[in-house]
């Protein structure tokens, strides 16, 4: 099974700040990674599909890039409501492997 | 718009059975692949099980395979997971969610708002 790793577990940043989490997968993955919000008690939400492309309905301050197999979502300006647990998913092969998450909280 | 609505969860000894349903709308059910994700209490996400759309292909973690089976119903547009010899540590919240790809694996784009099990002796 593919291992997603993710960094950082967990990171404080203040509202208007830059963040960036990456997701590392142990083999290449093609571009087949997506990025998903879950607050506490709530399912999670698709962010960004494809490594690079945003879900309808998504700020603009989100984005994803990639560098070998390396992937990171950034958000670009840090809102109150984007204070969550962000995962990645490889949906490249079976089984799908989810990252550990990161929390984002208030600084 | 698309709607996932499972049930089913509750309270089970550990090597009982349970079946979790979801039932989906909105969207040609036919078309798309299900999956099962599930979270345990505090946890990270879980991918558990996907079944194809049109119910031909099946696969699973390595966690549930041989005790749990996904199984879908078209006619109703329903989707099933039956969870056999259950233990202690498939206590979790379980989504339904739907593949984002027409007929194609694409990843996982809608949730249910999940249903909680708990495995108690």
């Known amino acids: 099974a593919i291992q997603m790793t993710q960094s950082p577990s967990s990171l404080s940043a203040s509202v208007g700040d830059r963040v960036t989490i990456t997701c590392r997968a142990s083999?290449?993955?093609?571009?087949?990674l997506g990025w998903y919000q879950q607050k506490p008690g709530k399912a999670p939400k698709l962010l960004i599909y494809?490594?690079?492309s945003l879900q309808g309905g998504v700020p603009s301050r989100f984005s994803g890039s990639k560098s070998g197999t390396d992937f990171t979502l950034t958000i670009s300006s840090l809102q109150p409501e984007d204070f969550a647990t962000y995962y990645c998913?490889?949906?490249?092969?079976?089984?799908?492997?989810f990252g550990p998450g990161t929390k984002v909280d208030i600084k | 718009q698309v709607q996932l609505v499972e049930s089913g969860g509750g309270v089970v000894q550990p090597g009982t059975s349970l079946r979790l349903s979801c039932a989906a709308s909105?969207?040609?059910?036919?078309?798309?692949?299900m999956h099962w994700v599930r979270q345990a209490p505090g946890k990270g996400l879980e991918w558990v099980a996907v079944?194809?759309?049109?119910?031909?292909?099946?696969y699973y973690a390595d966690s549930v395979k041989g005790r749990f089976t996904i199984s879908r119903d078209s006619s109703r547009n329903m989707v099933y997971l039956q969870m056999n010899t259950l233990r202690h540590d498939d206590t979790a919240v379980y989504y339904c969610?739907?593949?984002?790809?027409?007929?194609?694996?694409?990843?996982?784009?809608?949730w249910g708002q999940g249903i909680l099990v708990t495995v108690s002796s």
């Open positions: 969610a739907r593949d984002r790809g027409l007929q194609d694996y694409d990843g996982i784009q809608s």
């Open positions: 909105g969207f040609s059910f036919s078309d798309f692949s």
């Open positions: 079944l194809s759309y049109d119910g031909s292909n099946k």
């Open positions: 083999q290449g993955i093609r571009n087949d």
């Open positions: 494809a490594a690079f």
């Open positions: 998913l490889q949906d490249y092969s079976f089984p799908f492997t």
